[in-house]
């Protein structure tokens, strides 16, 4: 009988489309492509307005300031609302509250009392619905396509942003210049309305958890202890931040650079932010193979070095000859840096935790984006824009080269499938409030003890990313080799809850550390409730 021959699986396709492939994908894709428009249009009418009303550069500035500070803000809380609440409606939410923000700047500007001020204070409500809506909609994409196809899916959200910053500032220059700034708000409110009964047809069951949901100021906690204890996502964190810190400048200012270019108007604005869209959908297109060529950090630095030098150009463009291809390069670097990042953060988090992590990237984002555009603006009101923009070229380059240096992630990649391999404890009478302390007991060869010493610290990490509140090593004083882990949890359901948020990567770990186990039996747990001072109540198996 002939040998069977075994086909290896085919490649996955490095088309850079291949997530449009599946119906729900593209049903939200092409909502969040609409969404993207509206908030471009929504920055270009607010940019120009300001600029109509006051020629200070710090007033410009605060613009960007004030649509990006409420995701820094209330990041955290979206992404936590997010992971306990029910996706689709949560993202539905987010629409209306757009839409409402929209009309209202609307009126204010057909009745005549717009001011700076009140223009900075519907910019940051607007800046609200932002911060509410990305952190649920990063967290849905996994859902979407599979780990393969992640790095296109988030190329594919780059793609929507800058096909946005062509089509948003395109459509909204014409509407300022035919009609005016208030018809930019009507159209956004009318796009925002349709969008949200758009993914009113995304049929999403959300299987509620048995444990019910979690509390808003736990899973805040739990979400800020897991980004602590992860050192991958700390320094995908700090790149981030980096490079949006000096890369917003030329955002933050590109109003005032349009007006000072040969024959500048809205045109010329509208012009530059097309072609930086147009670069990074370019870009995005070859991204799949950029990434097989180069590693993570040099594709981060060299993105981040075309990106400074695009800026310096721009510092000095004498017109739109020089300045549209530089902010074509801009575009393309903006993009090859955010999407690799964007990838690295989401690989680093699994799907219980996924909007709280993603929200803490995009604070990232726009904490550094705001703090950026007023940092460049001051600095461009004490000396000038081109000095501004040529400062924050060479400290961009110069800040990610320190960090590529000094702050290197050296742990493995970790396999964060879910797992059920741990087995839930049960309580004859489960307790109600209190804290549980839970031991575990080993015996191990004292002469491996500084061994024993420096895994149980991984562990240390991964009790307290699940979320339990406190982690300590104990050595019997007696026994030389005898250790006790313990693990404080903030209750009997938020110790259930670490049960739920096992992974492969967990159960790998556990098993080296039974390996350094020598006892007869398995390692004892005990689980003790905390009734009050001196008091707690054993439970042990």
Known sequence: MPEKIIQPPPAESLSPWEPLKAPVFRLLWGTWLVANICMWMNDVAAAWLMTSMTTSPLWVALVQSAATLPVFLLGL??????????????????????????TLLCIAVLAGVMTPALLLALTFANGVGLAMRWPVFAAIMPELVTRSQLPAALALNGISMNASRIVGPLVAGALIASAG????????????????FVIMRWRREQAPSPLGRERLGSAMRVGLQYVRQSARLQSVL???????????????????VARSLHGGDAGTFTLLLASMGAGAIVAALFLPRLRQMMARDTLVLRATLLQSVSTAVMAFAPNAWVAVPAMLLNGAAWITCANSLSVSAQLSLPDWVRARGMSMYQMAIMGASALGAALWGQVAT??????????AAVS?????????RWVTDRQAEEDLTPSSEFKTPVAEAPPGAGHLVVRIEYLIDPARADDFRALMQESRRSRLRQGALEWALLRDVNQPGHFIEQI?????????????????????????????HIGD???????????GPGRAQDRSE
């Open 77 to 102: 809380p979206s992404g936590a609302l997010a992971d306990i609440l029910d996706r689709r409606r949560y993202f539905i939410m987010t629409q209306f509250w757009v839409a409402a923000v929209a």
């Open 521 to 531: 039996a398995p390692p004892q747990v005990s689980r003790c409730v905390v009734e």
């Open 382 to 391: 004490l000396t000038s824009v081109q000095t501004g923009l040529a400062v």
């Open 238 to 256: 700090l790149r981030v931040a980096l490079f949006f810190l000096h890369s917003t400048a030329l955002l933050a200012l590109l109003p005032l």
């Open 396 to 404: 961009g380059t110069l800040s990610m080269l320190l960090a590529q």
């Open 488 to 516: 404080v949890d903030e209750s009997w359901t938020e110790h259930l809850r670490r049960f739920d948020r096992v992974t492969a990567s967990d159960v790998a770990l556990r098993e080296r550390k039974l390996a350094f």
């Open 181 to 196: 700034t208030a018809y930019v708000f009507v159209l956004n409110a009318v796009l925002s309305v349709i969008s949200g």
